[in-house]
């Protein structure tokens, strides 16, 4: 592994993939979708649960594949918890350009959480690892059977 790979597994982000957060099924799921990454092999399907107001209840998700792509999917399902789904769509456009290396919309707390994955940036096949999630989520919410990262 040479230095910039290491420095792109940041401790953030081997910490989430050896202990994801909200790692499980939800037979209560009101939405699920599942997606893939043929790049990479990742796999992950996500549950969501919403309640009346359209707020995202509960998530969980289940999955395998590399540390990138578990890592973003337990750090996504730590911080879309309780937000709206607006509100987390919102999150999901400001991480795609983050992960890409463009301008960016988050700020604050939002940003400070999500810049551990900012290094994949200069990685092109890692950036589908770390947007899988995101897309699963996004597909889910639509209603939608499988994703493909882009
Ligand atoms: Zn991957």
Request: hydrophobic share 40%; with cysteine.
């Amino acid at each position: 592994m040479d230095d910039s790979l290491r420095e792109l597994y940041q401790d953030v982000i081997l910490d989430h993939s050896r202990h994801p957060r909200h790692f499980g099924p939800l037979p209560e799921a009101s939405h699920v979708g599942e997606g893939h990454n043929p790049l990479c092999g990742d796999r992950v399907k996500i549950y969501l649960l919403l309640d009346k107001a359209n707020r995202i209840a509960d998530i969980k998700f289940e999955g395998k594949g590399c540390a990138i792509s578990q890592a973003s999917a337990s750090l996504m399902t730590d911080m879309i918890i309780g937000r709206t789904v607006d509100e987390a769509e919102t999150l999901m456009g400001g991480f795609l350009h983050l992960v890409k290396g463009e301008d960016t919309e988050l700020t604050g707390d939002d940003r400070d959480r999500l810049e551990v994955m900012a290094g994949v940036s200069a990685f092109p096949m890692r950036v589908k690892c770390a947007t899988l999630a995101w897309h699963t989520m996004k597909l889910a919410l639509e209603g939608g059977e499988a994703a493909k990262s882009e």
